[in-house]
């Protein structure tokens, strides 16, 4: 199937902007409406960012899953980041999809997102997270900023301001699957604890305290085969 064949897809979503949020998260785009159990970002049960999430803040993947585990809780997540000063929207404002599936290795960006308007809803923001390669090469198109490794960031003048682009790995399911814990720690969603802390103005660079580790555990926190271990010393 070719571009020609479908019609342009617009976002479905309004932006998500908290008021002082100081980190913008941007996906490439949402999956088609069949797969999603709510009206919000990442809303396929088969992608694992709110699992990340919910493992990251409270030591527990199914935090922001309903009791029924077959849909996310719209609310609790919404609660979360506006808490946390996270802002979501994707890379892209309207897409064809060259095939009927969720990844991104199908998805032809018709147009992309106005990021320059977007920020400037949220003034505080510096830090731009992007989940996957398609949206950190859509970002990359729209910023012309160079190509932070997976895990890593780079830093960037855009619309007047100074900014910092963290790159992580897709969370969805479409692609190969890993075991969530090496996605998080060993690949680079383990820089999320960062976010969530530096998201909160208030807490001293502290880590939130739903935390179940101290912050100098948690920055170190591992992996090893099936289990966690945290180490003393620092990254």
């Known amino acids: 199937m070719n571009a020609n064949d479908n019609p342009g897809e617009r976002h479905p979503l309004e932006p998500f902007l908290p008021s002082g949020a100081r980190l ?29 999430v919910g493992y990251l803040a409270t030591g527990d993947k199914t935090h922001f899953l309903m009791p029924d585990a077959k849909r996310f809780d719209k609310e609790r997540i919404e609660a979360f980041c506006r808490e946390r000063g996270i802002a979501l929207y994707d890379t892209a404002a309207e897409v064809i999809r060259l095939k ?27 830090t ?52 969530m814990e090496s996605r998080i720690l060993s690949q680079g969603l383990r820089r999320l604890r960062h976010y969530l802390r530096i998201a909160q103005p208030d807490t001293g660079g502290r880590m939130p305290h739903a935390m179940p580790f ?3 555990e948690w920055q170190s926190l591992r992996f090893r085969g099936n289990r966690a271990s945290a180490c003393r010393h620092s990254l």
């Not at 809303?43 to 990340?52: A, G, Y």
């Not at 009927?100 to 510096?126: G, T, Y």
């Not at 900023?145 to 790159?167: H, I, K, N």
């Open 128 to 179: 731009i997270v992007t989940t996957g390669q398609k949206a950190t090469d859509t970002l990359r198109s729209i910023t012309g900023c160079d190509e932070p490794s997976v895990g890593g960031c780079v830093e960037f003048r855009f619309a007047g301001r100074e900014l910092r682009l963290w790159r992580m790995p897709s969370s969805s399911r479409a692609y190969p699957p890993r075991r």
């Open 24 to 52: 913008l998260m941007l996906g490439s785009f949402p999956p088609q409406r069949h797969r999603w159990s709510m009206e919000f970002f990442y809303p396929n049960l088969q992608n694992d960012m709110w699992r990340i």
């Open 100 to 126: 009927d599936n969720a990844s991104d290795n199908f998805l032809q960006v018709v147009r992309e997102v106005d990021l320059a308007a977007l920020l400037a809803r949220i003034p505080a923001c510096r």
């Open 214 to 216: 101290s912050g100098t």
